[in-house]
Nanobody
Framework: QVQLVESGGGLVQTGGSLRLSCAAS????????IAWFRQAPGKERDLVAH????????YYVDAVKGRFTISRDSAKNTMDLQMNGLKPEDTAVYYC?????????????????WGQGTQVTVSS
């Protein structure tokens, strides 16, 4: 059974950087795409960035374009999110997710695997 484990969250000041990592283990990891979502208190889980597993083509929501970079290492079954220029509105629990089928990349229901989440807090 595939499990995803995130790491790298923490507390940072406005303008700072963090790098989140997500590692898959426990089974054969075959996914169509993987993504980072985030969820702030009282809000829905929203897509931050997505990357196609086979060709590495990324997608970013407008709020993070130019600041965040998603990457993956298909040999190691890992995925990273480099976050620069962090803002207080980036504060949330960040989740990595993997999906095994085509569908709307923004829809959490399309994802089959989820990590436990890692807290990112940006102070002003």
């Amino acid at each position: 059974q595939v499990q995803l484990v995130e790491s790298g969250g923490g507390l940072v000041q406005t303008g700072g950087s963090l790098r989140l990592s997500c590692a898959a283990s426990g089974g054969t990891f075959r996914v169509y795409g993987i993504a980072w979502f985030r969820q702030a208190p009282g809000k829905e889980r929203d897509l931050v960035a997505h990357i196609m597993w086979n060709n590495g083509i990324p997608y970013y929501v407008d709020a993070v374009k130019g600041r965040f970079t998603i990457s993956r290492d298909s040999a190691k079954n890992t995925m990273d999110l480099q976050m620069n220029g962090l803002k207080p509105e980036d504060t949330a629990v960040y989740y990595c997710g993997g999906r095994t089928r085509m569908g709307a990349i923004t829809d959490p229901e399309q994802y089959d695997y989820w990590g436990q989440g890692t807290q990112v807090t940006v102070s002003s």
